[in-house]
């Protein structure tokens, strides 16, 4: 019979069979073909006398008991007949160490005495024909890393979970990576509450040369500072409401404020300096597992709808490996970005030299590509026959991608300062004189301070038309969205770029945590869960210990330590004993916004405690969105929800949520926006590139929000159209 090869799912097979031809047959293992038992029913009857049997690991020898799923029966029976025929059997398995394990236990159950691993990051014919001439042994370090994490996994997850059932109550999780995610949001949520804010104002002026532009007054002279002092800004300020020490500023009152704004009005400043320089910003390196998953937000997708969509691509040989530390390119792929932006923009698009890209993860452990479109020549967007989100995200992949490999781009940037009586004022202006990598791929940022400034000099004097004051309010810490937290995860070192995805939607069905717009606001059990776990268990919850572990698990896939020396030390010398010391006492915690006011763990759930009254906390309530009105009226048995938008309509299974026409439609006018800034630097427009970009609606990215009369009523000016800015908030 012909060679068997084993991949993981059914699309990846029916793919590479297209391509291996008639002497080959692939087939799928369907993931995890072993596990430890996830029920007493799978616990084999010599095991289950054993006082661990319900762990699934000898928690001595951590030795685990592993057993075949019923729902994985046929698919092992299926496989072990082929293989008996097979001449050959490659285990084509993913070569992370999920996958390294996948092909570990499929060499067991098949009796294959010397496993063949054939590996590859991308399905095209020619990485395939490369992947069977350089097959490999099973690399048994990586098996036993994942091992490890398994094994480490259930002894936390069955350890902890019992204290969070006895103490906060319900079937509720703990984990290893789950846990420490929680608690970067609790700690976020719980500075909110913490937060007291302060006033501050900024005072601006339009300068009316042609164009005009706006400056803001800066520093105030008087004779006790005659060098002049700062007005105080938003940074100035702790998260208390008070100067932080060591700040010397103004602290202008409303009157001051008002003066200050109507002593500008009409009057002429003096030009004192004008600073020009080149600026630029170089490309974005391209796509890894986080990366991609934050820019999703883009998109409208959560993290685990981006992962899922770059599944299908890879599997569909449209992207290489979709789990991946790594921003470096293969001299191929290099080679490719580079000819592809010299196709869409001509010669002087690229460098001299390629750019390459190097992880700034220390804990980074694959030693895959970055994310990129596969094979040797890549297909643009308008060419792949794709829609919806499959399209959006391979075209985020492709504009990525060939982006980091083209010129920075490059700003005049001018700084004025000007004066006026005792106030100082400053501006700045940045104008685009070499696209770059801009003709391609929208920067975020780049439009910050793009106001035009005419050509000035030192000593020439600009007449002023003030605007009004704005009374302004420094903002509480904003709540992380997905992308905000698997970015704060990368940095931590908390979890691997296989578990983000999974970790969000874990704390999201165990409803630790709510999506409210973009933002992931913690619910009460979420807060409760937190609490218990920092005071008990508080090696699970702190960042540093989950990375340390993390480490650990790189240095038994390098072969520096063994799988019994990790779980030693982290388990047996580590976690074992702080969970046999925990208590099983209900967390109780104070609301730091509302005064007397606090949650408590019961039986019945959540409750809301004041003034010696307990009662439950509606499951709906955020706990740091409640006002003293929400708990008078949680207490007095009258809260009611607050209405919301009404949602978009559920889009049918198996319809795209947008369409392809309507996804181009969406990225028309960054397209056009883009277009007239590239003419504006010299660059000729290029038709049929498009960006990658869905804008939507969420929550303002600005740090201040206004409180005086004349901030909250908006204001017009000619060609400009007012009103509130809307962006991807976190």
């Not at 040369?209 to 300020?237: M, N």
């Not at 000819?339 to 390459?356: I, M, N, S």
Request: proline share 6%; glycine share 8%.
């Amino acid at each position: 019979m012909a060679t068997l090869v084993i991949v993981e799912s059914p699309a990846k097979a029916r793919k590479i069979a297209g391509y291996l031809g008639r002497d080959y047959v692939v087939r799928a293992s369907l993931g995890h073909v072993r596990d430890l038992p996830g029920s007493k029913g799978e616990i084999p009857e010599r095991y289950r006398a054993e006082p661990w049997a319900n762990l699934g690991v000898n928690p001595e020898t951590f030795a685990p008991i592993y057993v075949v799923p019923a729902s994985k029966k046929a698919t092992v029976r299926e496989l072990q007949q082929l293989a008996a025929k097979a001449d050959r059997v490659l285990f084509a398995s993913d070569m992370d160490r999920e996958g390294e394990a996948i092909s570990y236990h499929l060499s067991r159950l098949l009796k294959v005495e010397h496993p063949t691993r054939m590996v590859f990051t991308e399905i095209t014919s020619e990485a395939l024909q490369a992947a069977l001439k350089a097959t490999r042994p099973l690399d048994l370090h990586l098996v036993a890393a994942q091992e490890a994490r398994r094994v480490i996994d259930r002894l936390v997850g069955y350890g902890v979970s019992p204290l969070l059932w006895g103490s906060v109550g319900g079937k509720l999780s703990a984990g290893r990576v789950q846990s420490a995610a929680l608690m970067l949001l609790a700690q976020r949520e719980m500075a909110r509450m913490r937060f007291k804010p302060a006033t501050f104002w900024s005072i601006r002026a339009d300068v009316l040369t042609r164009p005009k532009f706006t400056a803001t007054v800066t520093h105030v002279r008087s004779s006790e500072h005659p060098q002049g002092l700062p007005i105080a800004r938003a940074g100035d300020y702790t998260q208390d409401g008070v100067l932080k020490g060591g700040v010397r500023v103004l602290e202008m009152t409303d009157e001051q404020a008002r003066a200050l704004s109507a002593y500008l009005d009409g009057k002429e400043a003096t030009v004192a300096q004008v600073e020009l320089t080149e600026t630029r910003s170089r490309p974005a390196p391209p796509f890894i597992t986080s990366t991609l998953q934050q820019a999703g937000g883009r998109l409208n997708l959560s993290a685990k709808q981006v992962m899922d969509v770059a599944q299908k691509l890879y599997e569909g040989g449209y992207i290489t490996y979709m789990r991946t530390d790594s921003p470096a390119l293969s001299d191929e792929a290099l080679t490719e970005a580079r000819r592809e932006a010299t196709r869409l923009f001509g010669p002087a698009a690229v460098p001299a030299q390629p750019r390459q890209y190097a992880t700034r993860n220390k804990n980074a452990q694959e030693a895959h590509e970055a994310i990129r479109p596969a094979g040797k020549t890549w297909r643009a967007p308008d060419t792949v026959g794709l829609g919806g989100d499959e399209l959006a995200v391979y075209t985020l992949i492709y504009q990525r991608t060939v982006a980091s490999q083209m010129n920075d781009a490059v700003f005049d940037k001018t700084v004025v300062t000007l004066t006026c009586g005792a106030a100082t004022l400053s501006a700045q202006g940045r104008v685009l004189k070499e696209a770059g990598y801009l003709q391609l791929l929208q920067d975020e940022e780049e439009e910050k301070d793009d106001q035009r400034l005419p050509a000035l000099q030192a000593g020439q004097r600009v007449p002023l038309k003030a605007r009004p004051p704005e009374g302004k309010k420094t903002s509480a810490p904003t709540r992380y969205s997905e992308a905000t937290l698997v970015q704060a995860m990368e940095k931590a070192g908390i979890g691997r770029p296989s578990t983000y995805a999974q970790t969000l939607a874990t704390l999201q069905t165990r409803e630790y945590v709510r999506v409210t717009g973009r933002q992931l606001s913690v619910t009460a059990v979420g807060l409760l869960v937190a609490t218990y776990l920092a005071r008990q268990v508080p090696e699970v919850m702190q960042k540093d210990f989950t990375a340390t572990m993390e480490a650990g698990l790189d240095d038994v896939a390098a072969g520096g330590t063994t799988r019994l020396a990790y779980l030693t030390r982290f388990w047996t010398e580590g976690l074992a004993p702080t969970i046999r010391r925990a208590s099983r006492d209900a967390p109780s915690l104070p609301l730091p916004h509302l005064e007397a006011t606090r949650l408590r763990a019961t039986g019945s759930g959540p409750h809301l405690i004041r003034g010696g009254q307990s009662v439950p906390l509606p499951a709906e309530v955020i706990p740091a969105d409640l006002t003293d009105a929400d708990v008078t009226a949680v207490i007095d048995g009258t809260w009611t929800p607050r209405k919301r938008r009404a949602k978009r309509e559920a889009v049918p299974e198996g319809e795209h949520a947008t369409a392809p026409e309507q996804l181009c439609g969406l990225r028309l006018k960054g397209l056009q926006k883009l277009s007239t800034r590239a003419e504006r630097a010299g660059e000729k427009r290029v038709p049929g590139v498009e960006l990658a970009t869905r804008r939507s609606s969420g929550v303002s990215t600005k740090q201040t929000e206004s409180v005086s009369e004349a901030a909250r009523t908006p204001r017009r000016t000619p060609g400009k159209t007012t009103g509130p800015k809307t962006g991807g908030g976190h």
